[in-house]
């Protein structure tokens, strides 16, 4: 799909206003070109209009800078990596390259986050300001941060019942901790760092851009802009890292009740085992069909029998309650 972003043309730097039509006359007016899964000849149709070379899907997915933020023929690329949910899946990172060339951006992409939609809703309202293209850049990756900023918030929320749920009060006998539901919280440690894993990735994009982009030329509030996106983004991976650390502890914490709850388990299972065993040595041995054996004719040799049975079972679960061991 083809959109083209017209500004208002009774103020300068006023709302954006969409439009699908992908004639020339559009695209040439339009200070903002979305390509969402652009087809062949969309890509095609651009390229010749803005004469810059868009890139493929498989160029954008690459990692390394070079890649990620370049020049080519009067063009600077800037690929974002942006997190994105799908229902029903885990948070993903999609990439979303922006070509600034002359007082035109082109944004190529494959997926559609809350982040460009907030986006998309930020510069079609009536009072919205973007006079140029790298003031609608900024703008973008202002969005990116504060979406950014909103995962971190919720990670940091998710963490606090997780923590509550492993040290709380009723929590510390050792029946509470064997009947606990271990492998749901580690679930939901894992959902929480994975979370927080994509965003950190986001900003890390943002981050390296930033610097990229201060050799542009900029006028003051363009640079007072970058300079606060910049900070912004230093302050929430620092968050970040904070919230990185609290995700590791809960997870030792969590995997050394998941230890705690296999040993008692075996515990049991070691005391049951204890306790049988000399009940079922004694009646292996009066089972045995040896022709002499001086209890088999004895009167009261099944009572006795099961008697001595007995004895030798409740001997050692009163000496493990005495110890504490159950």
Not at 82 to 98: A, D, N, W
Not at 147 to 152: P, T, V
Not at 163 to 172: D, P, T, Y
Not at 188 to 216: C, K, N
Request: proline share 4%.
């Amino acid at each position: 799909m083809l959109t083209a972003y017209l500004a208002s043309e009774l103020s300068h730097g006023g709302p954006l206003t969409a439009s699908t039509s992908a004639d020339e006359s559009a695209i040439d007016r339009a200070l903002w070109i979305d390509l969402f899964e652009p087809t062949p000849e969309q890509e095609d149709l651009v390229e010749k209009l803005l004469r810059v070379n868009i890139p493929t899907r498989d160029e954008m997915r690459e990692v390394e800078s070079s890649s990620q933020l370049y020049r080519e023929d009067g063009a600077t690329f800037v690929t974002l990596r942006v997190v994105t949910r799908v229902k029903g899946y885990s948070p993903m990172l999609t990439s979303i390259t922006t070509i600034l060339i002359g007082q035109k951006m082109v944004t190529v992409r494959y997926a559609e986050p809350t982040s460009f939609r907030n986006f998309v809703e930020r510069v079609t309202k009536p009072e919205s300001h973007v006079p140029t293209a790298l003031s609608l850049f900024l703008c973008f990756a202002e969005t990116i941060v504060d979406r950014d900023a909103d995962l971190l918030e919720e990670v940091g929320d998710s963490l606090d019942p997780i923590s509550q749920k492993i040290f709380s009060q009723n929590s510390n006998s050792m029946q509470a901790i064997a009947t606990a539901d271990l492998g749901g919280v580690l679930k939901l440690i894992g959902a929480s760092g994975d979370l927080s894993t994509r965003v950190r990735e986001s900003l890390h994009s943002i981050g390296r851009a930033v610097p990229f982009l201060q050799l542009e030329g900029l006028d003051a509030d363009l640079r007072s802009r970058l300079k606060t996106l910049q900070r912004d983004v230093h302050s929430l991976l620092d968050h970040a890292t904070f919230l990185t650390a609290q995700i590791q502890f809960l997870l030792d914490s969590n995997l050394g009740l998941i230890s705690i709850q296999q040993n008692a388990v075996m515990k049991t299972l070691t005391v049951a085992s204890v306790v049988f065993l000399p009940p079922t040595l004694i009646g292996s041995i009066y089972g045995m069909n040896f022709a002499h054996m001086p209890e088999l004719q004895w009167q009261h040799g099944y009572y006795f029998a099961l008697v001595l049975m007995s004895a030798t079972a409740i001997g050692p679960y009163l000496y493990f309650r005495a110890k504490g061991w159950l």
